[in-house]
């Protein structure tokens, strides 16, 4: 029987690489999101890719994620995001708090839920996506930072607390990734903002960049724990030291 990988976020970006990757590697892929319209595309695109309603905000559609499923072997924590750019000073606590919501306890719903499933796999592997804004603050990066530094730390919690199960429990930290919305939506839609962050930057990451991390990760063998793995662009050397071409 094909092991079983659930992807959240999944209708764009990383996420969709990552569910498009992970079925070429021959996994089943349930491709879970709120845009529905996009992941019957995707499905119908992909072979092996299942896809299913899911907003990581909600218990209930969380649950009903994880009464779908006869099987989990691999839990990829995706669904996350950016709102906004405001120094800490001025910035609104409604958009902290839909950034923890999304990051830090859409990542414990999904878990709390699938994790009795990936021990029963007897292999399972648990990837949360968190960010180099899990160990790096930035200015600007206020409440996305805040969330990420405690999805990094939840990570970290787990792996400790889970040690001695048939758990593998990964956290990838992508730095500079040139994607269709991350940065629209940091930036509220406003799209020359968002072009600006990747301007004259000769070859920021891809979220295929990304995925091909997340599928070698969870195709080590059994006893390979790969604990962290941080991908930057070459081009990015720290978060405050980026090369950018003029022209
Ligand atoms: C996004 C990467 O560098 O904008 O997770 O924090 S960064």
């Given at each position: 029987m094909k092991r079983t990988a659930v992807v959240t976020g999944a209708s764009s970006g990383i996420g969709e690489a990552t569910a498009r990757r992970l079925a070429a590697e021959g996994f089943h892929v349930v491709a879970a999101a709120r845009r529905r319209d996009r992941l019957d595309k995707l499905a119908a695109e992909v072979p092996g890719v299942t896809p299913v309603t899911l907003d990581v905000t909600s218990q209930e559609s969380v649950d009903?994620?994880?009464?779908?499923?006869?099987?989990?072997?691999?839990?990829?924590?995706?669904?996350?995001?950016?709102?906004?750019?405001?120094?800490?000073?001025?910035?609104?606590?409604?958009?902290?708090?839909?950034?923890?919501?999304?990051?830090?306890?859409?990542?414990?719903?999904?878990?709390?839920?699938?994790?009795?499933?990936?021990?029963?796999?007897?292999?399972?592997?648990?990837?949360?996506?968190?960010?180099?804004?899990?160990?790096?603050?930035?200015?600007?990066?206020?409440?996305?930072?805040?969330?990420?530094?405690?999805?990094?730390a939840m990570t970290e919690t787990l792996r400790l607390e889970l040690v001695g199960e048939p758990v593998r429990i990964v956290e990838i930290l992508p730095g500079m990734v040139r994607t269709d919305e991350f940065s629209l939506v940091r930036f509220r839609g406003d799209a020359d903002a968002a072009a600006r962050v990747y301007e004259g930057v000769p070859g920021p990451l891809t979220a295929d960049d990304v995925a091909d991390a997340i599928a070698w990760t969870v195709t080590r063998p059994a006893h390979v724990n790969i604990d962290r793995l941080v991908i930057r662009p070459r081009a990015q050397a720290a978060q405050h030291k980026v090369h950018r071409v003029t022209s």
């Amino acid at each position: 029987m094909k092991r079983t990988a659930v992807v959240t976020g999944a209708s764009s970006g990383i996420g969709e690489a990552t569910a498009r990757r992970l079925a070429a590697e021959g996994f089943h892929v349930v491709a879970a999101a709120r845009r529905r319209d996009r992941l019957d595309k995707l499905a119908a695109e992909v072979p092996g890719v299942t896809p299913v309603t899911l907003d990581v905000t909600s218990q209930e559609s969380v649950d009903e994620l994880a009464a779908a499923l006869d099987r989990c072997d691999v839990l990829v924590n995706n669904a996350g995001g950016a709102v906004g750019l405001e120094p800490v000073a001025e910035s609104d606590p409604d958009d902290w708090r839909r950034m923890y919501e999304v990051n830090v306890l859409g990542s414990l719903r999904t878990t709390r839920a699938l994790l009795p499933r990936l021990i029963e796999s007897g292999d399972g592997v648990l990837v949360m996506l968190t960010s180099v804004a899990g160990v790096v603050s930035y200015e600007g990066g206020g409440g996305y930072v805040a969330a990420k530094h405690g999805q990094t730390a939840m990570t970290e919690t787990l792996r400790l607390e889970l040690v001695g199960e048939p758990v593998r429990i990964v956290e990838i930290l992508p730095g500079m990734v040139r994607t269709d919305e991350f940065s629209l939506v940091r930036f509220r839609g406003d799209a020359d903002a968002a072009a600006r962050v990747y301007e004259g930057v000769p070859g920021p990451l891809t979220a295929d960049d990304v995925a091909d991390a997340i599928a070698w990760t969870v195709t080590r063998p059994a006893h390979v724990n790969i604990d962290r793995l941080v991908i930057r662009p070459r081009a990015q050397a720290a978060q405050h030291k980026v090369h950018r071409v003029t022209s």
